[in-house]
């Protein structure tokens, strides 16, 4: 390989810009947005000829948006309510615009990821810019962070936490460059759309109010960075005012004591939460846990583990002598570990632990990703470049393909990339049918298929798994009571009792399917079997020979829709039923 050539390449890869607009690295730029664009191209492709698909958080979160389209839907309808409440005012406003031009919020929620894909690559790209100006650093960065996203459907649900990605990253971007603008802009945004990490942008810009000379922790005095840090805060006070006066219905938060003594909290449980160890608890936890493995992924965020070796080296590689603001990603950290002690100490009330350490060692790790990536590689070329043999000078481009080919390539074939999430409506017939039913229908079932009738039909139901979410007691009292009297109601022999019930809650159609009358599918349902005694006393009905549960005697005679081994039965006609109780 020629002289000319090695400096080409070098000069390809490895030489630094001054701005982010420059022609080179513009290039980097668009190659970055093209994986931002095609990992949620190819999360879509998966559902091709699907006719009902949505992904799992969306069930919950945004299948009430369907009331912006039209105010009917879903009326006196405690699960729509309580999701509509507690969603992030940015989020409403989104859909609620896309809403006013007719777009189902739903079907905005399959495409809304490669907006968001485009604004993740774009911010971390930059973000990455300001650490080590080298355009390749902020493409292998971006791509990193989306690969990351998108092993851990981190994106594709189209919900508050698909937003925080860009938002924080355009957060760390303005305090880096000292933008009042974008730092600010970042905060009222983060309030807006996921306001638990307004706090941990508050622990950052308290961080840097304060600088280390000579060993030694004193104030930061650059005017510039003070002005941004304390207006910041007070910003970020006043944002989290209104969510901490406001109140609703909902409340309180449930207590640690209170969470306790549910089983929906224990490991394994319908929100696992008290693991079986301590190291479970404080390292793996979906919800308590550090969770630094879903940070390290993809392979290529290891890497990031090696940049303090090379800080210490500085000497022996050029191109960290060139890194800049690294002392953000360190603040980022810092706030993101207080924060999940603080959610520790003071349980649910700043929401969850795991949520402030894993997006922070997220960002923290993947974004570091590339540009220890870049300084070890830039080595590693010097090294191979002075050798004499033909094999060495060849060899910046055989590594360079065989790792473009690990990096960019490997995590894309894999059958599992990307992971979506996404749950299929197997019942379009179903859904056709309940469509055509009055809006104020109600449907009740102990079925997992009821989870999908919301956001199928936008017709309300009694009870769901996917709705069981436990956090405020003002909602899930409420919630849980409702479950044991379903499973009492639907299982009982005595069609009084059930005729008792469906008077009460005014739920007009029974969802049930072939085996749902078998005990050995209650005593396999780990949900069904938080409600006790209902659950067990359900089993027992089912194990004793004597008598069928009225709902199932009733079956044949109240029928009004079958698909498949779904079937759904008339609350009006058991109301009008007569049977031998005897």
């Known amino acids: 390989m020629s002289s000319n050539h090695s400096k080409t390449l070098d000069t390809f890869f490895f030489s630094q810009v001054k701005n982010w607009y420059e022609p080179r690295s513009l290039y980097w730029l668009a190659a970055a947005i093209f994986f931002g664009i095609l990992y949620p191209c190819m999360a879509i492709a998966k559902a091709s000829g699907a006719e009902y698909w949505i992904q799992d958080d969306a069930r919950q979160h945004i299948f009430w948006m369907a009331r912006f389209l039209d105010p009917a839907l879903f009326p006196n309808d405690l699960i729509a309510d309580y999701y509509q409440n507690i969603s992030p005012q940015g989020v409403k406003f989104i859909y609620w615009v896309l809403a006013k031009v007719s777009f189902n919020p739903i079907t905005v ?134 969510l901490a006066l406001s109140s609703s219905e909902f409340e309180p938060v449930i207590t640690l004591a209170q969470a306790q003594q549910l089983p929906e909290f224990e490991a394994g449980g319908r929100t696992s939460f008290f693991q079986h160890t301590v190291w479970d608890y404080v390292f793996n936890g979906s919800r308590t846990g550090i969770r630094i493995t879903s940070a390290l992924i993809p392979n290529i965020a290891y890497l990031t583990l090696v940049l303090p070796i090379v800080l210490v080296f500085k000497h022996k590689f050029k191109l960290s002598k060139e890194i800049n603001n690294l002392s953000i990603t360190f603040q980022l950290i810092i706030s993101g570990f207080t924060l999940f002690i603080l959610a520790h100490l003071l349980l649910f009330k700043l929401y969850l632990p795991s949520r402030y350490t894993l997006h922070t060692l997220r960002f923290a790790i993947t974004l570091l990703s590339g540009v220890t990536f870049v300084i070890v590689i830039q080595k590693f070329f010097l090294i191979l470049k002075n050798r004499s043999v033909v094999f060495f000078k060849v060899s910046p481009i ?145 194990e004793s020979s004597n008598k069928l549960p009225a709902l199932q005697r009733l079956e044949t005679q109240c029928i009004v829709f079958t698909e498949k081994d779904i079937s759904l039965i008339d609350s009006r006609c058991i109301l009008a039923a007569e049977i031998d109780n005897s």
């Open 109 to 242: 929620s399959h495409y809304i990821p490669i907006l968001l894909g485009i604004l993740t690559s774009f911010t971390a790209y930059l973000f990455c810019l300001e650490i080590l100006n080298i355009p390749l650093a902020g493409f292998l960065s971006s791509i990193a962070l989306n690969q990351n996203l998108w092993m851990q459907d981190g994106l594709s649900s189209g919900t508050a936490k698909a937003f925080l990605i860009p938002i924080f990253i355009l957060f760390l971007w303005g305090v880096i460059r000292k933008s009042f603008v974008f730092s600010w802009l970042g905060i009222i945004l983060l309030g807006l759309f996921y306001p638990s990490f307004v706090l941990v942008a508050s622990g950052v810009l308290t961080l840097r109010c304060f600088q280390i000379q000579n060993k030694r922790i004193k104030i930061n005095h650059d005017k510039s960075d003070l002005q941004l840090n304390i207006i910041g805060l007070f910003i970020a006070f006043f944002v989290l005012l209104p």
């Open 398 to 542: 055989l590594v360079s393909l065989i790792l473009g080919f690990l990096i960019l390539v490997e995590p894309v074939i894999d059958q599992d990339f990307p992971v979506t999430g996404y749950h299929y409506g197997q019942y379009s017939q179903l859904y056709s049918f309940l469509e055509k039913t009055s809006k104020d229908t109600v449907i009740v079932s102990v079925v997992s298929e009821v989870n999908n009738i919301p956001s199928f039909t936008n017709r309300s139901v009694f009870i769901g798994e996917e709705y069981g979410i436990p956090y405020h007691t003002g909602y899930y009292n409420r919630f849980r009571q409702r479950a044991k009297d379903t499973i009492a109601a639907h299982f009982t022999t005595d069609l009084k009792e059930l005729q008792s019930f469906i008077a009460q809650s005014s739920v007009d159609l029974w969802l049930i399917s072939d085996d749902v009358f078998k005990a050995a599918y209650l005593k396999n349902n780990g949900w069904l079997n938080h409600f006790q005694p209902e659950t067990n006393q359900a089993i027992a009905t089912l």
